[in-house]
């Protein structure tokens, strides 16, 4: 029996970039750019070292957190976020509907689609504490200016993929609707709407998520919610009430997700 | 089949009565509770400022055009460092975030009843809580600056990247894994061959998304004092300096839309 030896050749796995030029420059300029990154950053390390110390009592107040001592300010922060959460979201919806009917290519004249789509492109371009500074210094302080925001907010993320899921929808069903000789509106509700009803509303019930979570920013700036009262327990150190506000949006955020998921299931 | 009889006749309805009553009551809910928010938002609000603010709006927008041009200059260095935060703040996130997906999978996970939650809970407290809030926590504990909002940017993108990746990791198709193992391979190679090669291309996706939100968000966490453009839009709204916020919110607009034809782009090319 003959014994054959084999190269000890080595096999890599392709490479995900497989021009090794390209990948090479992508690598190399990756790197300088982080060295010149990190290099321009400028750190005062004294005072992060001091700051070790809060860092370090911050982790420990998650172990007991402090719901007690600030417990009607924490109970009417979050019931004003909650409150602001539902408004937003509905008005969103009920704004974001036509919106996103309008953003929708086949469906829309081309005049109300780009109308529709650069209402969707301010409203994503910024961030939702940006609008609420101005809708703050414009409708005054106050929940008001918070639940516009959110609403603003929620016409970018719901109209686009609205938009994007009936521009991908099935065109014969619409198509045996329209040449039944039904009106623009039966056209909608019978050839459109059932089809993106499922993805509406996993889609409401994931905004509503998000609103919650950014209701505990906009408060920062004076619009509303339990960001203020945050705020408030961080500048004056109170890091167990802080936790205390931070582990009850966590939960909050947990069950909204879970429960969310329960019926996103069911729909579709 | 939900079919009443009406005057003999036989009528086709959509749904049985009780399951309609239900569906009818919960819009009765539904609206319900939205009157009584609603009513509660408007208790809360003065409502002569909101009558008033067409003419507010018409002031301030009168007062940021046109924008202060001269004070572009000023501006690209807090441009530079609102886009170092993002991108090495997605960098470390990533780094922190492969670990904590692998730990949460529940087909790479060592224990499903002890890690597993553990990396689910660092993921949805991550998730929960938005980059500002992470950067005013740590402007409270490491002081002001870019350091801060690097760290907020990496702390909130963990559960994000960890998310993804771990329902990546989940998805595999599992023959490959199972080919890679039948060779006999430590656990180790059996990631290496079998598991990244497959999760690869969603990853860089997943990256690139994160990075093209990060640099939206690290454009306000100046206003907590944690770096970069939002320190700049700040300091000009406290003065009341319309013209520079307009040249700032310029800015912020062509950085999001570069970064979100960056990452279109690049996603396009993996996939």
């Known amino acids: ?268 | 089949m939900p079919v009443v009889e009406r005057a003999g006749l036989k009528v086709w309805q959509r749904r049985e009565r009780t399951k309609q009553l239900a569906i009818w009551f919960g819009w009765l809910a539904g609206t319900a509770l939205f009157v009584y928010c609603w009513q509660v938002v408007s208790d809360a609000t003065t409502w002569a400022f909101f009558w008033d603010a067409p003419r507010i709006a018409g002031d301030i927008g009168g007062r940021m055009v046109p924008p202060r041009w001269s004070y572009v200059s000023r501006i690209w260095q807090p441009l530079w460092d609102t886009i170092n935060i993002a991108t090495v703040g997605t960098a470390v996130a990533l780094v922190l975030a492969v670990p904590v997906a692998f730990l949460a999978a529940s087909n790479t996970t060592p224990s499903k009843t002890i890690v597993r939650p553990i990396a689910l809970l660092v993921i949805v407290s991550s998730r929960s809580i938005n980059s500002l809030i992470w950067a005013l926590l740590l402007v409270s504990i490491i002081g002001p600056g870019v350091l801060a909002g690097t760290i907020a940017i990496a702390l909130r993108s963990i559960g994000f990247v960890a998310k993804l990746l771990y329902e990546a990791i989940e998805e595999i198709d599992h023959n490959q894994v199972e080919a890679i193992a039948a060779t006999g391979a430590r656990k180790s190679q059996v990631i290496a061959y079998g598991i990244v090669p497959q999760i690869l291309p969603a990853f860089a996706g997943i990256s690139v998304f994160r990075w093209d939100i990060n640099i939206r968000e690290s454009t306000v966490l100046g206003l907590v004092g944690a770096g970069g453009i939002g320190l700049q839009l700040e300091g000009s709204l406290n003065t009341l300096a319309w013209p520079q916020v307009s040249i700032i919110l310029i800015a912020i607009l062509l950085a999001v839309l570069a970064s979100e034809w960056v990452s279109a782009k690049v996603r396009h090319a993996i996939i």
């Open chain 1, 1 to 268: 029996m003959s014994t054959a030896t084999f190269d000890a050749r080595r096999w890599r796995p392709p490479p995900l970039i497989k021009n090794a030029r390209l990948r090479w420059a992508l690598g190399i300029g990756a790197a300088i750019y982080f060295a010149i990154a990190i290099g321009s950053l400028q750190v005062n390390w004294l005072r992060v070292y001091e700051g070790l110390d809060r860092g370090w009592a911050f982790v420990l107040a998650f172990t007991e957190p402090d719901f007690v001592s600030r417990w009607v300010d924490i109970r009417d922060g979050m019931v004003e976020s909650l409150i602001m959460t539902v408004t937003s979201t509905v008005i969103g919806i009920i704004i974001s509907v036509p919106i996103g009917l309008g953003a929708a290519r086949n469906i829309a004249p081309l005049p109300i689609y780009l109308l529709c789509r650069g209402i969707i492109a301010l409203s994503r371009s910024f961030q939702e504490v940006i609008i609420a500074i101005f809708f703050v210094a414009i409708f005054g302080f106050g929940p008001l200016a918070g639940v516009l925001t959110l609403s603003f907010a929620t016409i970018g993320f719901l109209s686009k993929l609205l938009a994007e899921d009936i521009e991908a929808l099935d065109p014969a069903q619409a198509e045996a609707i329209r040449a039944t000789g039904a009106r623009w509106s039966q056209l909608m509700n019978y050839g459109i709407q059932p089809q993106v009803m499922p993805r509406l509303i996993g889609l409401s019930l994931y905004r509503l998520d998000i609103n919650f979570r950014e209701s505990a920013v906009v408060g920062l700036v004076g619009a509303g919610g339990i960001g203020a009262t945050l705020n408030t327990s961080f500048d004056r150190y109170e890091f167990d009430t802080s936790a205390a506000i931070l582990i009850s949006i966590i939960v909050i955020v947990m069950i909204a997700e879970y429960s969310s998921g329960m019926i996103r299931a069911r729909v579709q």
